[in-house]
C-alpha cells in the first residue's frame, strides 16, 4: 500500500532516513522542517518529481507554525494516511542553572506539545475518514531518568504517556496511534554524547524497522529489539539498584558545552 506520510523534522538524522524508506516504497511525502532549502537540495538529488512531495517550513516548538504546516497540507496535498511527529531536541541540563530552565522549557515545547500540536490539524479528518495512522516518536530515554538528561528524559516521558492516552481515545474511530521508542540511533542528536551507546543503530535501518512497525497496527514498539529488552529491565530495576548502575557516568553536555 502506498499513500501519503506527512513528516516532521525531515531534514536530518531518523526523519530524513524515513522520508527516504517511504520514498523508496512509493509514497508520497509531505516533509516539514526549519531548513527548507535542506529538504530541496535533497529532494532533487534523490530525483523526486514535484508531484512526488512539498516542503513546509515550521517550528514544531511553536503551537501555531507546525499547526499551519498541517493545514497547508491538507489544502495542498490532502489528508495524509501516516503522520509520524519526529522532530525532537536533546540538551543537558543543570537545575541550579537559570537559563537551563529555559532549555527545559524548549525541550518540552519540541518533544512533547510539538509532538500533539503535529497530531492536532489531522485527527478530526482522520476519524471522519474512519483511518489513519498517528506515529510519535519518543525515546527508550523516557523509560528512566539519566543523570544530566532531565529535559529530555522527562519530556519522552510525557511523550509516551500522551501517546498512549491518545490511543486509548481514538480506538473506537479506527485512526491508530503508535508510539516509537528509539534506542540510540546515530543522528546529529547523538553525535556528542560522551557516554557508551549500546545497540547504536544507523538511521537508514532504523527507518527499515520504523516501517514495519508503522504498518503492523502496533501500539508501542521499542527499536531496535535489544533495547525493548533493556527497557523491560530498566522499568522494574529497583531504585537502589539503578543509582549505583549510573552511579560515576558522564552526564549529558549542556547547551553551552563543547
Known amino acids: 500500500m502506498s499513500g501519503l506520510v506527512f513528516i516532521t523534522g525531515a531534514s536530518s538524522g531518523i526523519g530524513q532516513a524515513l522520508a527516504d524508506r517511504y520514498a523508496r516504497a512509493g509514497w508520497r511525502l509531505a516533509l516539514v522542517a526549519r531548513r527548507t532549502e535542506a529538504m530541496d537540495a535533497w529532494a532533487l538529488e534523490r530525483g523526486l518529481g514535484r508531484g512526488q512531495y512539498a516542503i513546509y517550513g515550521a517550528d514544531v516548538g511553536a503551537v501555531d507554525s507546525i499547526v499551519a504546516a498541517g493545514h497547508a497540507c491538507l489544502a495542498g496535498q490532502g489528508l495524509p494516511d501516516v503522520v509520524i511527529a519526529n522532530a525532537g531536541i536533546s540538551q543537558g541540563v543543570d537545575t541550579s542553572q537559570r537559563e537551563d530552565l529555559d532549555v527545559m522549557a524548549r525541550s518540552f515545547a519540541v518533544n512533547t506539545v510539538g509532538l500533539a500540536a503535529t497530531f492536532q490539524p489531522f485527527i478530526e479528518a482522520m476519524v471522519r475518514r474512519g483511518s489513519g495512522t498517528l506515529v510519535g516518536i519518543a525515546s527508550v530515554a523516557g523509560v528512566r531518568g539519566l543523570p544530566g538528561h532531565g529535559a529530555y528524559c522527562a519530556s519522552k516521558a510525557a511523550a509516551i504517556s500522551y501517546c498512549e492516552s491518545l490511543r486509548g481515545e481514538l480506538r473506537p474511530t479506527g485512526v491508530r496511534v503508535l508510539t516509537l521508542s528509539p534506542g540510540y540511533v546515530a543522528t546529529p542528536l547523538t553525535a556528542r554524547n560522551r557516554y557508551p551507546m549500546p545497540f547504536l543503530m544507523q538511521p537508514a535501518d ?30 522494574v530495576l529497583p531504585d537502589a539498584w539503578f543509582d549505583r548502575l549510573l552511579a560515576g557516568q558522564p552526564r549529558k553536555h549542556r547547551h553551552n558545552e563543547g
Open 206 to 235: 532504523f527507518a527499515d524497522a520504523a516501517f514495519r512497525a508503522i504498518a503492523s497496527g502496533a501500539g508501542h514498539r521499542v527499536i531496535p529489539w535489544q533495547m525493548a529488552w533493556v527497557a523491560r529491565v530498566l522499568r
